[in-house]
């Protein structure tokens, strides 16, 4: 289980007062459910997911988790840049207590980055780089992952792949998703929460919240 405790974030905004992107939120997000998350532009999805996952700490308020909780899918922050792919690789599969050489040989299989797994990452493009941190993520057993939509990369086939290799892990894994596609939504969450003006809502199935969302932005059909 994962608990938000009474959690505030905000950030500077210039010229104005500052923004807030979760304000006094209390939630759990229980173990074995498949969370959506929905929310417009600017909303503070991926900073929810990063406030989750502990790469960014709240204002005020408590993140409790009480599990092995995944970096937000792809991200690429935890990466040393002068460190090559695989030295990287290593260093994070020790950190959460993982067989180096499964986690390499899974990277090297999934990434499709041939020899540049031993140049330093720094010299990888964006693309790269999320390739490198998407099959870390995917090579390392969590009970929670994170996953940010935006971070897909790679052509239809490989992300055909990911789709085919992700569904492996959250069938023995839970999911909290951000997401702008109600059918992505629909086919991996069965209940989901609105982040909107600073406050979390959580409800108890899909299409609750689909109905509930689209009241919320104007439209008839989420």
Known sequence: MILLENVTKTYPVAGAPRRAVLRDVTMAFPHGRNIGILGGNGAGKSTLLRLIAGTEPPDQGRVRRLCRVSFPLG????????????ENATFLARVYGADPDRVLDFIADFSELGPYLDMPVETYSAGMSARLAFGLTLAIDFDVYLVDEV??????????????AFRDRIGRSSLILVSHSSATIRALCDCCAILWDGALHPYETVEDGMTAYARLMGVTDA
């Open 151 to 164: 971070t897909e990369v790679g052509d239809a086939r490989f992300r055909a792949k990911s789709a085919r």
């Open 75 to 86: 991200f690429t922050g935890t990466f040393h840049g002068a460190l090559s792919g695989r």
